[in-house]
């Protein structure tokens, strides 16, 4: 079955800092591949997705991030944090041909103190 | 605008008390989508329906039943909630196509069951 990893379950930092999350998944076929931000008390909302073409792509708030096939792994970035940063983040892979479900990854706390 | 609406927002019932959750979206998906997610989790999928096709996880247990009356409105229907049933609810909805899928998320029903 497909998986999705995250590496980091907490991640503090101060603001002006650079921040990267790594995601890595196991599947081999067709996916897309989605960044999600969970702020505190809110909705999950969409941060980002890879369908094809560019491996590098850029989504709300200044956030971009890398697909390398050669590594599985589809990594978030954001150069300089905003406290207002300060969310969960979930990569999630939506695989097709295996039951194209979205398969989410375990979730990354930030705490971006000012 | 148009959105994914869960209602209610926040829901309190007793052990055993059948209870309903409520989906709707305007933005005529093909697809609903419920998940489970619990607390410092990463979003666990219920069932989804593509179309008028349900599609039930393997792991979601008989207590769980959903309903699609119609494209705009989905429900969850728990039959006997017991206390490991507490999480909150996300509804999502897409419109899948070809090899394209990407869901946007509703702000969860948040269940407690006392």
């Known amino acids: 079955a497909q998986s999705v990893s995250q590496h980091n379950h907490h991640v503090i930092l101060s603001e002006a800092a650079s921040l990267e999350l790594g995601c890595n998944y196991s599947?081999?076929?067709?996916?897309?591949l989605f960044w999600y931000v969970q702020y505190p008390g809110q909705h999950l909302q969409l941060l980002l997705k890879?369908?094809?073409?560019?491996?590098l792509v850029k989504g709300i708030k200044g956030f971009e991030a890398e697909f390398i096939k050669s590594k599985f792994s589809f990594n978030l970035r954001k150069p300089s944090v905003q406290w207002s940063d300060t969310a969960e983040y979930f990569c999630?892979?939506?695989?097709f041909g295996a039951g194209n479900k979205l398969t989410f990854g375990g979730g990354t706390r930030v705490l971006v103190k000012p | 605008d148009a959105m994914v609406i869960q209602n209610p927002r926040y829901q309190v019932t007793q052990f055993g008390k059948p209870v309903t959750l409520s989906c709707s979206q305007t933005?005529?998906?093909?697809?609903m989508y419920w998940y489970q997610q619990k607390s410092s989790q990463a979003p666990k999928l219920l069932f989804h329906?593509?179309?008028?096709?349900?599609?039930n996880e393997a792991d979601t247990p008989d207590n769980f039943q959903s309903r699609r009356p119609n494209t705009s409105f989905c429900f969850l229907d728990i039959r006997s909630p017991g206390l490991g049933d507490a999480a909150m609810y996300l509804c999502?909805?897409?419109?899948?196509?070809?090899?394209?899928?990407?869901?946007?998320f509703g702000p969860g029903t948040r269940l407690t069951v006392l």
């Open positions: 999502a909805t897409s419109r899948r196509s070809g090899t394209t899928d990407t869901q946007y």
């Open positions: 599947y081999g076929g067709t996916v897309n």
């Open positions: 890879y369908f094809s073409g560019d491996p």
């Open positions: 999630a892979v939506n695989t």
């Open positions: 933005l005529n998906h093909n697809v």
């Open positions: 329906y593509y179309d008028k096709d349900f599609n």
